[in-house]
């Protein structure tokens, strides 16, 4: 009985042993994952740098203050959604439209990030960032905006294997090819930088510039010229202009949306 006793004692100070052992080790579910980074991630908010280098915020993640349909004088109902904490354009045959930030600029530095769906079964995923927009009643707001391009790259190959450069991701849409190109796969977030100052436009996507050219430069007048944009006069009028997001029928997310004026 005695031994047995002693025995049992033995055991019980072995498991506690294992039992603490394994509450001070590593646990099930704490491993962060690029998934649990993501999810730790500070939305629509401005650093102390930016804060002091003369950004602000055009979007906080809860409602679409300082946003109005384009030629709108409000927002509209629907189309445009908020999703946790981002903006979310909604694949709904652009029933929303185009919406603008209601306040020009002329030269400025935008930053905003972007997404699209791997699983997203409509459309391309795409969508644009327009800046110098003019409202011009009846008209489209890409007739007198330039636009950055955002579009799912693979979906763009795997539908017009033919498509330009000149309209993948990053790209001065259908003036200046984005190179690199370095667009991240669907289900990513892509950052994006347009800084536009003394007339010259800097693309940047994910850290690298990928476009870069002088609004009136031979350069810029050869490539309208030569684009769909030729027979619009106020196509990209260096002239205080509207910042705009694209409706294009597509599920898209915008977050961290901030601008610097210049």
């Known amino acids: 009985m005695k031994n047995l006793r002693k025995e049992n ?30 999810l730790d991630v500070v939305l629509n908010t401005l650093t102390e740098e930016e804060k002091s280098d003369g950004f602000i915020l055009m979007f906080d993640g809860l409602g679409f203050d300082g946003w109005r349909g384009y030629n709108k004088a409000n927002f509209p109902d629907g189309g445009w959604v908020i999703d946790n904490g981002t903006m979310k354009v909604e694949g709904v045959d652009g029933q929303g439209g185009d919406i ?3 306040r020009k600029f002329k030269d400025f530095h935008l930053k905003l990030e972007w997404m699209v769906y791997e699983d997203d079964t409509i459309g391309m995923g795409n969508s644009g ?7 011009i009643e009846n008209e489209p707001i890409w007739i007198s905006a330039p636009e950055m391009q955002i579009i799912d790259n693979k979906k763009l190959r795997e539908y017009y294997p033919d498509s330009s450069p000149m309209q993948m991701a990053g790209s001065l849409y259908d003036l200046v090819a984005a190179e690199p190109q370095n667009v991240r796969p669907a289900g990513q ?10 007339g010259q436009i800097t693309q940047m996507q994910n850290g690298a510039m990928v476009a870069e050219i002088i609004i009136n430069s031979d350069e810029w007048n050869m490539l309208v010229a030569a684009s769909k944009f030729s027979s619009y006069e106020y196509f990209g009028v260096y002239e205080p202009g509207y910042i705009g997001l694209q409706d294009h029928g597509d599920n898209v997310w915008f977050r961290n949306i901030r601008i610097k004026e210049l």
Do not use: H
Not at 129 to 135: D, G, K, N, S
Not at 189 to 198: A, G, H, R
């Open 129 to 135: 960032i327009f800046y110098l927009a003019r409202e």
């Open 189 to 198: 977030w892509n950052s994006v930088e347009i800084i536009l100052k003394d």
């Open 9 to 38: 004692l033995v055991w019980v100070a072995f498991i506690t042993l294992v039992s603490f052992m394994v509450s001070c080790g590593p646990r099930p579910g704490k491993v962060e994952t690029d998934e649990k980074k993501e």
């Open 100 to 102: 603008i930030y209601d």
